[in-house]
């Protein structure tokens, strides 16, 4: 059932083109920027803009995938409540409505009738947007629907979207902040197992021509069913490798003994951050983004996007999750893999997406609690946990 991945794509795509507009048209980009001045917030308008762009974002992929596949909406999670307030004390439920008036209509009571930003955000919600991948179309596979479940995140790194820094210069190709850390994040898991099945990343801002100050975007999907693996990366991997036949990983086995590299949260702790200097060197990048940490990994650009935190989620982790397995590669429980015996021959604990953790509430259920480690390679992964593990014992112990 590749057809759910192209729709999937297809609604990103759209979503890319909103999270675009809000901030290249002028009157959604003046609400963004009411964002931006500390105290104002929620005092002109009823919402916070940053909440309506996400909470639209998610209903628009949510609606779309509706249409074309009835019933699938009910498996469709994602952070956002779609219910606000108004200053009337009216709650307001955001939707696409049949026609972009409508939706305009709705769309103004939560912006205290701000009539040409609303008019702005719901033609774009319903402008058509085409979007394929050739390589999906020659694979048919049949994923039962109501198998799937799927975390949406609309609107990953939204403090760097709001902030919108246009000029931030990359370093190794991986950018510590700025707007080409926001991504549009997709992920279908399994329903019994949790195992992640196909993931989409959109990064609506990835190069801006100077002349216009258009974005341009990128889009990355990943399958993994039933043996079947297959990646948006792999022709250019092939082409790189000077052959258009070869499928397997860029990453070979053989690199197994050459330095490491890594992506961490710029509030990564200091202990962790000291294990993995002795691991990575100077090849540690800090970056904005849980979805464009991971991206990194999925691109190549490191090795490892490694976080000791409890503080992302299922739907931050799992359309890269979805993308890395289709590559060899995965997601694990940072604090289980270091609590395991390297000789014990369990499998490495992969994140799963289909349980609720027993005792938390609020987002804190979805948490990714152990922390994580992205990998493309699982045999770089272990010889980088042996390293790190080495790393941490004498820290830990001094501590
Ligand atoms: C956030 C966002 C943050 C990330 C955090 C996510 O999601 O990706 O950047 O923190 O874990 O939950 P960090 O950048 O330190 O990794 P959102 O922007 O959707 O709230
Ligand atoms: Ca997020």
Known sequence: MSEILQELLRVSEKAANIAR?????????????????EGEKNKKFTVDFKTLADVLVQEVIKQNMENKFPGLEKNIFGEESNEFTNDLGEKIIIKLCSTEEETAQLLSKVLNGNKSASEALAKVVHQDVTFADAALDSIVINIPQDLMGIWVDPIDSTYQYIKGSADIQSNQGIFPSGLQCVTILIGVYDIHTGVPLMGVINQPFVSQDLNTLRWKGQCYWGLSYMGTNIHSLERAISKRNGSENRTENSNPESESSSAFSAVISTSEKETIKAALARVCGERIFPAAGAGYKSLCVVQGLVDIYIFSEDTTFKWDSCAAHAILRAMGGGIVDMKE????????????PQLLYHLENEGATGVDRWANKGGLIAYRSRKRLETFLSLLVQNLAPLETRA
């Open 21 to 37: 507009a809000c901030r290249q048209q002028e009157a959604l980009f003046q609400l963004l920027i009411e964002e931006k001045k």
């Open 337 to 348: 893999c270091l609590e395991r015996h390297p000789d014990s021959g369990l499998d490495w």
